[in-house]
């Protein structure tokens, strides 16, 4: 006989659910987080596809959910998980702005290049000076 308590009342077949969902998403995320913190190539998509997957699948249970609250097992799961995509925000923040600073200075290097100069301002200024 199992010691474990299992949820019970009309709740407990959604709480049951819940947790193995929770869990999946837990290892989702930080995964993608130590990829990202080891700066190893990223499946963006695939990590996408997953968490988007869970969220859908939890947010199917919040109804059954609303009802008796998390507690317990799910409340620490899911106060993990709340943790673990905080620092996955921050990271993928990380990762945006850099991603947007390579595009810009890409970005001006084309433009300079595609430029002889024959219009430029500086050119001007320089030889005022």
């Keep these: 006989m199992s010691m474990t ?3 019970s009342g009309p709740a407990a077949p959604a ?4 947790l193995p969902i929770v869990e999946r998403l837990r290892r989702t995320v930080a995964a993608e987080n130590d990829d990202i913190a080891r700066g190893r190539p990223v499946p963006y998509e695939a990590y996408s596809l997953q968490k988007n997957q869970g969220l859908l699948e939890l947010n199917r249970l919040l109804p059954a ?3 008796a609250g998390a507690s317990g097992p799910l409340r620490e ?4 998980l709340n943790a673990k995509l905080e ?3 921050r ?3 990380v990762q945006l ?8 200075i890409i970005a001006r290097a084309i433009r300079e290049g595609q430029s002889d ?4 301002a500086r050119a001007w200024r320089r030889a005022r000076e």
Aim: charged residues 25%; proline residues 3%; without cysteine.
């Design 65 to 67: 959910l609303g009802r």
């Design 87 to 89: 620092m996955n925000r």
């Design 15 to 18: 709480l049951a659910m819940a």
């Design 77 to 80: 799961a899911l106060a993990d």
């Design 97 to 104: 702005k850099a991603s947007a600073a390579v595009a810009e």
């Design 117 to 120: 100069g024959t219009y430029d």
């Design 91 to 93: 990271a993928l923040g």
């Design 5 to 7: 308590k299992r949820p």
